[in-house]
């Protein structure tokens, strides 16, 4: 069965190149981003993961840890991450793991369940394996995208999703169209005028359904 926004994500013990982790153990009280690629050693997944290790300062700001998901093994992921590196110019500290018999892949459902990994095995055997999940605290789904092959997943969008969600997460909030970190939120229904601004100060009322606040800080 497909994972869907508040499904808890399943407490999978895996097996990455920084050794053996059990997910929600490994995430602790923290946010957390799954990211998953088709294949070690290739080039769109060398610029994302490099993209990743760029943000390391990032992730930490936001209580968020990661890690990248891939079907090859433990050896290949450390000399893949080597290439990462040099081309990101920053460490990839993040775990990899080496979902070599797609366990984790089917159970997140990134890819179709009679998917299959040939000898000599080109990315195209696993293409769909190209996901992001975030997970909040609780070990709940928030957000999940998933992107082609040919498509480069923009992480600047990934962090203002993050943003988005820490800002909203467990509030009458929303965040409107093309929201950015630090501008006007969207007050829930849930709340009526007098409520809203008691919470959030003098409201900018666009439309009776539509509230705005100013970012709580």
């Known amino acids: 069965m497909a994972l869907r926004i508040n499904d808890e994500i399943p407490n999978l013990t895996v097996t990455t190149d920084l050794g053996e982790l059990t997910l929600h153990d490994w995430q602790g009280d923290a946010w957390a981003i799954l990211f998953s690629h088709p294949k070690d050693f290739t ?12 943000l390391a300062k990032e992730w930490d700001a936001r209580n968020t840890k990661v890690m990248g998901i891939s079907v090859d093994g433990v050896d290949e992921h450390k000399g893949w991450k080597s290439d990462i590196e040099k081309t990101a110019g920053a460490p990839a500290g993040f775990p990899i793991i080496a979902d070599e018999d797609l366990t984790v892949a089917k159970a997140l459902d990134m890819l179709p369940a009679d998917a299959y990994l040939p000898d000599g095995r080109t990315p195209a055997d696993s293409a769909t394996v190209r996901s992001v999940f975030i997970i909040a605290p609780n070990k709940k789904v928030q957000l999940m995208m998933t992107y082609p092959m040919s498509v480069g997943r923009n992480f600047a969008e990934i962090l203002r999703a993050l943003d988005g969600l820490q800002r909203t997460y467990e509030q009458p909030l929303a965040t409107p169209a093309n929201w950015e970190y630090g501008q006007d939120v969207v007050v829930a229904l849930s709340l009526d005028d007098s409520a809203a601004e008691e919470k959030y100060g003098k409201l900018d009322i666009k439309l009776p359904y539509l509230r705005m606040a100013k970012n709580p800080e």
């Open 43 to 54: 080039p769109v997944c060398t610029t994302e993961f490099g993209a990743v290790a760029q």
